[in-house]
């Protein structure tokens, strides 16, 4: 965070190559925790997720049913924690894979996308020059159409912050009706249960997706790198590294990008 270099990360990551001993199967997932107890959320979801996927009933053979039902499991649980989680949450954007074919589960707005290499020009002097991003996920948004009803009609608002003149500043936000609280950016989480009150859910999202081996890798990532990089920039500045197969130097690269466009 800018002019706050002791702020504790609250940010977790999930990394599970053959999942239940399968070598066909991945599952992994980024956490963006917010709040005070933020990072205590993130870790809950990092630690207990992985293991309730791996034992659904449907595991592998519905895949959208045992992730649907691993996060709300996950998220229920959070409420009997130690931790307070009326205004601290975390955001979920995980992928599971098996064999050609992903399932993208998402709750927030962190985000997951494909690259793909595109079929080269003819005569093309340097090969492996042209790509496009795929959205795995939709980020949700207060004043996204949907997610805005269903909040107004639990009783909650959407609005953004105000300046002295009434402007508005920065993302739309979830509010209380007659408080100004718990203002938060993002339609879907887990935790936060004073904006679960007004609408705010943790049900993903889930998309499904069949890899062509034109697809080469993904990134998966919270708004931290998303707010201030596109799709499209985010597939130019990994290309390289990809190609040299520096996952580090690619996640290094990214950071360093948005950290220059944050500040």
């Known amino acids: 965070m800018p002019g706050n270099a002791n702020k504790v990360n609250q940010d977790s990551f999930i990394e599970c190559p053959n999942l239940r001993m399968n070598p066909e199967v991945f599952f992994f997932a980024v956490a963006d925790g917010h709040g005070f107890y933020g990072r205590e959320v993130s870790t809950f979801v990092k630690q207990k997720l992985p293991n309730y996927l791996a034992a659904h009933q449907t595991f592998l053979t519905d895949n959208k049913a045992a992730l649907t039902d691993s996060v709300e499991k996950v998220a229920t649980e959070l409420t009997a924690q130690e931790f307070d989680v009326n205004f601290s949450g975390t955001t979920l954007v995980s992928v599971l894979m098996q064999g050609k074919k992903l399932w993208c589960a998402n709750s927030g707005d962190s985000r997951a996308l494909m690259a793909r290499m595109l079929a080269d020009e003819p005569g093309e002097q340097n090969p492996g020059r ?14 996204e159409r949907g997610e805005a009803e269903r909040i107004f009609n639990k009783g909650g608002r959407v609005e953004a912050y105000q300046d002295e003149e009434g402007n508005p500043l920065g993302p739309a936000r ?31 999202e889930i998309l499904e997706y069949d890899i062509t081996p034109e697809d080469k890798f993904m990134v998966i990532g919270s708004d931290g790198i998303f707010e201030f990089l596109q799709n499209e920039e985010v597939v130019r500045i990994v290309v390289p590294f990809w190609k040299t197969g520096d996952m580090q130097g690619a996640c290094d690269a990214l950071v360093k990008e948005a950290k220059q466009t944050w500040l």
């Not at 042209?130 to 004043?143: C, F, Q, V, Y």
């Not at 993002?186 to 936060?192: E, P, T």
Request: aromatic fraction near 6%; glycine fraction near 6%.
């Open 174 to 204: 979830v509010w209380l009706m007659d408080q100004d609280i718990p203002g938060l950016a993002m339609s879907r989480s887990l935790g936060d249960l004073v904006a679960a009150s007004v609408g705010v859910i943790y049900e993903p």
């Open 130 to 143: 042209h790509w496009m991003s795929i959205a795995l996920s939709r980020d949700h948004k207060p004043d």
